[in-house]
């Protein structure tokens, strides 16, 4: 299927598995230049491995925690330099759900928070578009 997408660029979060990587491969199935973005270097190389091997131009690996303001940062910053400051597509796929403990502590509370709900790399990117 031919979405009209090639040439697009694409910020993937949490592409080192499951949903995040299935859509980091459709991306690239329509030649989209991908960044991918997760905490895991060796799992977010195979995903681009393949990537490329659906048609992508080489995928760039942003290695990074999005839940902390540092690693949000670092993520954006790789994702603007790799695309040349444009980023057409954002995926923010980061997330996570965990079983509950009655020793979980308020940092618990405030990991899941931050993953979840407050982490989106969208805050630092410009659109650069409809």
Excluded: Q, Y
Aim: glycine share 12%.
């Amino acid at each position: 299927m031919d979405l009209k997408l090639s040439g697009r660029t694409a910020l993937v979060t949490g592409a080192s598995a499951g949903i995040g990587a299935g859509i980091a491969e459709a991306l690239a199935r329509e030649g989209v230049r991908l960044v991918l973005a997760g905490r895991r270097r060796e799992a977010l190389e195979e995903v681009a491995r393949r990537a490329t091997s659906l048609g992508a131009p080489a995928a760039t690996i942003a290695v990074g925690d999005v839940a902390t303001e540092v690693g949000c940062r670092a993520v954006t910053e790789t994702a603007l330099g790799a695309l040349g400051g444009r980023v057409d597509i954002l995926v923010n796929n980061a997330g996570a759900a965990r079983p509950l403990k009655g020793e979980d502590t308020e940092a618990f509370w405030e990991e899941a928070l931050a993953l979840n709900f407050t982490s989106a790399p969208a805050s630092r990117i410009r659109s650069s578009g409809p």
